[in-house]
């Protein structure tokens, strides 16, 4: 379990006053579950929420799934669960909350299901070695600058099957570089183009992942209770 804030990945420091995830939680932390209101808490309705999401995308026991940002397995432990053995694999900036990941698969008794986990802040998602059909982030870019944003498509790009798709989870702005503060409804949750939590229109991320050889799709309201939205991100 990390006690010390040295087992946030040195790279998360760059984090600090971008977004509130590198703070490292501690044991006694972890013990009392307070991972779970960090990463936004309605544990039990986002996590089904997405797990029921990528199921009506065709996600089944074989595939390998990456979860980037996948924090302390709110979604993760139902897709643990669900796929075979070794399929699962997440990456989170803050290696507290990987802890706290590890911690949610032994309380659900899915410790022993090959769940690979790792702390990286520059979603070096080549380290695992795999390639996969799915991948995921669900409240995460809503939290990066546009630059972070740019790095995280371009990484996964390189991880992703011809045939997989990304799924993200966005505020959308009704218009590029869309400079008022947005509330979004249901939630009430405000968003800026330049600070934490952004929005941006769906262009915007098109944008981005023609950057990279990608091609994005618009899902939009898939039911997420903050008034998220979601884009699909398919090779070119
Ligand atoms: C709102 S939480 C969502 C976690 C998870 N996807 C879920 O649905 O519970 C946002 C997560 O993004 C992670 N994050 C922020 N910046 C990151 C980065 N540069 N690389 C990887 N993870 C990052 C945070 O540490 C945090 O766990």
Redesign the pocket.
């Known amino acids: 379990m990390s006690d010390t804030p040295d087992r946030v990945d040195p ?2 420091a760059a ?1 600090q006053g ?2 509130g ?2 703070r490292a939680l501690d044991a006694d932390d972890i013990r009392r579950g307070e991972h779970r209101t ?3 808490a309605m ?1 039990d309705d ?2 089904t929420l ?1 797990f029921e999401f990528l199921r009506r995308q065709g996600l089944q026991p074989f595939h390998r799934l990456l ?10 432990v139902h897709f643990v669960r669900y796929l075979d053995k070794g399929r699962y694999c997440g ?4 290696a507290s ?1 990987v802890d706290a990941g590890h911690h949610e698969l032994a309380l659900a008794g899915l410790d022993q299901r090959g769940a690979r986990l790792v702390a ?4 070096d998602v080549g380290r695992f070695g795999e390639t996969f059909d799915y991948a ?5 870019i ?3 600058f546009t630059d ?1 944003i740019q790095a ?1 498509l371009k990484r996964v790009r390189h991880v992703l099957e011809q045939n997989g798709t990304f799924y993200v989870t966005f505020f959308e702005a009704p218009e590029t570089a869309h400079l008022d503060p947005i509330t979004h409804a249901p939630g009430e949750i405000t968003t800026s183009y330049t600070q934490d939590p952004f929005h941006q229109s769906f262009e915007e991320l098109q944008t981005l992942a023609a950057r990279v050889g990608m091609r994005a799709r618009l899902i939009g309201d898939f039911g997420h209770p903050r008034g998220q939205r979601m884009a699909a991100f398919s090779p070119l």
């Open positions: 790279s998360a984090m971008v977004n995830y590198w960090m990463i936004g544990w986002i996590g997405q979860d980037v940002g996948c924090g302390s397995l709110r979604g993760g990456i989170d900036a803050n909350l990286d802040a520059n979603f995921i982030a669900v409240s995460v809503t939290h990066l972070h995280c």
